[in-house]
C-alpha cells in the first residue's frame, strides 16, 4: 500500500526555521496537506494544496513541492509551535487517502 | 461555523460491533466527500476510510486493514455520515474522527476501545 515517510523528529531553537519533509512517489500529481496536532487535541490543517495557508495560520508556516518530496517550513519557529506534524495525500488513483507517520516538532 | 459530532464509540469485547455516527452541520453536506481517521493511543493518524458525494456517485474506499469488516455509508437527510464496525480487534482500539480532511473540518472525535 501507498506509504507518505516523514523525519520522526525535528529539533530546532526558538527563532530558527524547522523544515519537515514528506516523500511519497505520487507526491509528483497528487496535493500534499500538513496538520499540526498538539496532545489530546483534533488536527489543525496549516497547509492544504501544497503551499495553500487557510486562515488565522501565521505567515510563519509555509509549504512547497518538489519532485516526490513535499516540505513544511516554520520560519522563526515559536515554542507553542511544537507538536507532532502530519503530512497528507492520496495514492495515484486518488481513491486511497493516506497520512505521514507523523514527526515530532520540539522548539527548545 | 462548521461542526462534526462522533458518537457511538464505548468498550466492546472482540468479534463484536459498533457503529459509530457523525453528525455535520455548516456546510453542505451532501456535496462533501466525507472521511473517517482513527489514532491508536500513542501513535499517528490512521486513514480508514472515505465515502464520496451521492453526485459523484456515493462510492467507498476502505483502507487494506480494516476492508471487509468495516463499512462507510451516510444519510444525507440527516447530515450524518456512520462507521459500521464489525469483527472488532483488539488494534481497533482508537480515536475516531470523522473529517471532511482536505477543508480542515474534524470533529472531536469519539474512543472506541476494544477489550475482553
Known amino acids: 500500500s501507498y506509504e507518505l515517510t516523514q523525519p520522526p523528529s525535528v529539533s530546532v531553537s526558538p527563532g530558527q526555521t524547522a523544515r519537515i519533509t514528506c516523500s511519497g512517489d505520487?507526491?509528483?500529481?497528487?496535493?500534499a496537506y500538513w496538520f499540526q496536532q498538539k496532545s489530546g487535541q483534533a488536527p489543525v490543517l496549516v497547509i492544504y494544496e501544497d503551499s495553500k495557508r487557510p486562515s488565522g495560520i501565521p505567515e510563519r508556516f509555509s509549504g512547497s513541492r518538489s519532485g516526490t518530496m513535499a516540505t513544511l517550513t516554520i520560519s522563526g519557529a515559536q515554542v507553542e509551535d511544537e507538536g507532532d506534524y502530519y503530512c497528507y495525500s492520496t495514492d495515484s488513483s486518488g481513491n486511497n487517502e493516506v497520512f505521514g507517520g507523523g514527526t515530532k516538532l520540539t522548539v527548545l | 461555523e462548521v461542526r462534526l459530532v462522533e458518537s457511538g464509540g464505548g468498550l466492546v469485547k472482540p468479534g463484536g460491533s459498533l457503529r459509530l455516527s457523525c453528525a455535520a452541520s455548516?456546510?453542505?453536506?451532501?456535496?462533501?466527500?466525507m472521511s473517517w481517521v482513527r489514532q491508536a493511543p500513542g501513535k499517528g493518524l490512521e486513514w480508514v476510510g472515505r465515502?464520496?458525494?451521492?453526485?459523484?456517485?456515493?462510492?467507498?474506499y476502505h483502507a487494506a486493514p480494516v476492508k471487509g469488516r468495516f463499512t462507510i455509508s451516510r444519510d444525507d437527510s440527516k447530515n450524518t455520515v456512520y462507521l459500521q464496525m464489525n469483527s472488532l480487534k483488539i488494534e481497533d482500539s482508537a480515536v475516531y474522527y470523522c473529517s471532511r480532511v482536505g477543508r480542515g473540518y474534524w470533529g472531536q472525535g469519539t474512543l472506541v476501545t476494544v477489550s475482553s
Open positions: 465515502i464520496k458525494s451521492k453526485t459523484d456517485g456515493g462510492t467507498t
Open positions: 505520487a507526491l509528483p500529481k497528487k496535493y
Open positions: 455548516g456546510f453542505t453536506f451532501s456535496d462533501a466527500w
